[in-house]
């Protein structure tokens, strides 16, 4: 079945990048998508990138596909402490109900 | 009240009783769906509700019994849990076939402890 990866734990220093991966393996989605979920929230929609796209960019935000791969990363560029939070990468494929998650990656941001 | 509400936001319960978990949305959406979020797992679907019909059940088992009376509110019914059902339920809806994104908007979900 679809299924999508995350590492769990990422920790960096304030002011440095952060790089977030995801692997996933249905070849067919339409859209992928980052979510963030901050402490006693549900998921909030970062970004996501149309699968015909290799490149978003938003702001501090960039988003990489790599259809051949099925990677996807999200860098923060000048993490805050602010952004400490869990990280959800997700596929949707057009015609289906299914969004698939992965565990999500909890970014650590240290002052 | 704006956005996915849901109620109540923490639960502590046994495993021979029953309880509801409610989610509302003030969005117009037509899906709703109710996920399971335990550490270190992926985030789980578990049911997918379209204008108000169950288009996906992901094998969850029967002591979870949805609910949806309306494109407005979703339940989740619980009973005779087991201690490995603890997690956090988070509801979430969206707006199925509209150009551009297809962005799920969530509640903050329902922390269950079932002992």
């Known amino acids: 079945g679809e299924d999508v990866e995350q590492s769990l734990f990422l920790s960096v220093r304030e002011g440095d990048s952060s790089v977030i991966n995801c692997t996933y393996t249905d070849s067919s989605s339409t859209y992928l998508y980052w979510y963030k979920q901050e402490p006693g929230a549900g998921l909030q929609l970062l970004t996501y990138?149309?699968?015909?796209?290799d490149m978003k960019q938003d702001q501090r935000l960039t988003v990489l596909l790599n259809k051949k791969d099925k990677h996807l990363s999200l860098r923060i560029a000048d993490t805050q402490t602010g952004d400490s939070a869990i990280y959800f990468c997700a596929e949707w494929t057009s015609g289906t109900y299914k969004y698939i998650f992965g565990t999500g990656t909890r970014l650590k941001v240290l002052a | 009240e704006t956005g996915v509400t849901q109620t109540p936001r923490h639960l502590v319960m046994g495993m021979t009783n029953k309880k509801s978990l409610k989610c509302e949305q003030h969005?117009?959406?037509?899906?709703m769906y109710w996920y399971k979020q335990s550490a270190k797992k992926p985030l789980e679907l578990m049911f997918v509700?379209?204008?108000?019909?169950?288009?996906e059940n992901n094998s969850v088992p029967s002591r979870f019994s949805p609910e949806c009376p309306n494109s407005s509110h979703l339940f989740l019914h619980l009973h005779t849990l087991q201690p490995e059902d603890s997690a956090l339920y988070l509801c979430?809806?969206?707006?199925?076939?509209?150009?551009?994104?297809?962005?799920?908007?969530f509640g903050p979900g329902t922390r269950l402890t079932v002992l």
């Open positions: 509700y379209n204008f108000k019909e169950q288009t």
């Open positions: 979430a809806s969206s707006q199925p076939g509209l150009a551009g994104d297809y962005e799920q908007f």
């Open positions: 990138i149309f699968s015909n796209m």
């Open positions: 969005l117009g959406h037509n899906a």
